[in-house]
């Protein structure tokens, strides 16, 4: 029977979840198996009716009917005085995402960051039975072409400080397992590397049983040279050897190049699903909300009222503003500013969007070519401001 309150769950009880809800999502699961660190709490200890789980980094889990009012209280007090206030969010990990695996689920969410807005994003689940499937050779002259070499990510190879990008993946290994020991004994991975630089990096984010979740990342000085499709052939193969008989790829719906990967070596597509995303930082995240409205949604007062709402609690609360990750960039600063000009043009304030814009020169902006050819800025371009703009900027 539900407390009305929020209780940590024993690590030794973490296999009641999967009693008392449909769990899909394999980083879920592993938690649940303690192949990934990660805290559950639920309503009631026999049977729970809501839980929140976390995996003390980008991933949050709400899970359950529609939540009572104490609920929602306890699983607030636990999200942002907890999780948010870990030694891991805001300095090791900047956002994350929150799995909404019903509508009930998404109106709790709705109901406990009402105050720290999160953005909708849509995501690909796709799968491979290896067991049914003709995996391709990978033709074996394709890495003497470009000067590589295929290596397993193991102990050898994780001790090699001196080599590029070595760190991203122990960090992906730190991210995604309990333990390097445990990825070791229970995951793989490959990497391809061209003379001290590791090029492309593929790894199993999750292993539960039989069954995984595989990812990959290429650098950017080499892709789009058939790196990454070679890669993932290698980590099938590899899969295979170990029993391994069904394998995830999971992606956000605008990653254009992971899903032509996937596609590519064979994976299947089984369903798309919302997944919310935020950041910890409660300034960066209003920041984040501004930029997402702006370019993604295309909902101009949505993003003026979340950067607006970001500039004034940067103001009124210095302390916070201070450990803002995107505040401590100059860079940042001037886009944003620029971005609220162009919101502000585009809901014809042209006052509001002349002083947005000449705040962002002061702050550094240069690209005058931008500014003369950004379509959001047209209804400015009468404005006798922005002549005298454009002509000081020559």
């Not at 105050?115 to 690909?124: D, E, T, W």
């Not at 492309?200 to 789009?224: N, P």
């Not at 993604?296 to 003026?304: C, I, M, P, V």
């Amino acid at each position: 029977m539900s407390t009305g309150k929020l209780i940590e769950l024993n690590k030794q009880r973490f296999s009641l979840l999967e009693d008392c809800f449909d769990i899909k999502k394999l980083s879920l699961k592993s938690i649940i198996n303690q192949m990934t660190s990660g805290i559950i709490y639920v309503d009631a200890l026999d049977n729970p009716q809501f839980a929140l789980a976390w995996d003390y980094g980008h991933r949050i889990f709400i899970l359950g009917d529609v939540a009572g009012d104490a609920l929602i209280i306890s699983a607030k007090e636990i999200i942002f005085n907890r999780f948010f206030n870990s030694e891991k969010s805001g300095a090791d990990i900047l956002d994350f995402e929150i799995y909404c695996p019903s509508d009930a689920a998404r109106n709790n969410i709705m109901k406990i960051f009402e105050h720290h807005p999160v953005m909708l994003n849509l995501r690909r689940y796709y799968t491979l039975d290896i067991s049914t499937v003709c995996l391709e050779e990978n033709d074996s002259e394709f890495m003497k072409q470009y000067g590589c070499s295929v290596y397993n990510i193991d102990e050898a190879l994780l001790s090699q400080s001196e080599l590029t990008n070595i760190e991203d993946i122990r960090n992906w290994i730190k991210e995604n397992w309990i333990s390097t020991e445990a990825f070791l004994s229970k995951g793989l991975g490959k990497c391809i590397v061209k003379d001290k630089t590791i090029a492309s990096w593929s790894l199993l984010d999750y292993r539960v049983k039989d069954t995984c979740e595989m990812g990959i990342e290429t650098d950017g000085d080499f892709r789009k040279q058939g790196l990454g499709e070679f890669l993932v052939r290698e980590v099938l193969k590899a899969c295979r050897e170990m029993r391994i008989t069904k394998v995830s790829w999971d992606c956000r719906e605008d990653n254009i190049a992971s899903i032509g990967l996937a596609e590519k070596v064979g994976f299947v597509l089984q369903h798309k699903y919302d997944c919310y995303h935020g950041w910890f930082h409660p300034i960066d995240n209003f920041l984040i909300n501004g930029y997402y409205y702006l370019y993604t949604n295309e909902d101009y007062s949505k993003s003026r009222q979340s950067y607006e709402r970001g500039f004034a609690m940067s103001e009124e609360r210095p302390a916070i503003a201070k450990t803002s990750y995107l505040l401590k960039k100059e860079s940042s600063k001037k886009w944003f500013y620029y971005d609220m000009g162009c919101c502000e043009a585009l809901l014809n304030e042209g006052d509001k969007a002349i002083s947005y814009i000449e705040q962002a020169i002061v702050l550094g902006w240069t690209d005058i070519d931008m500014l003369k050819n950004d379509e959001r800025l047209n209804s400015l371009h009468t404005d006798q401001r922005w002549l005298d703009i454009m002509n000081n900027a020559k």
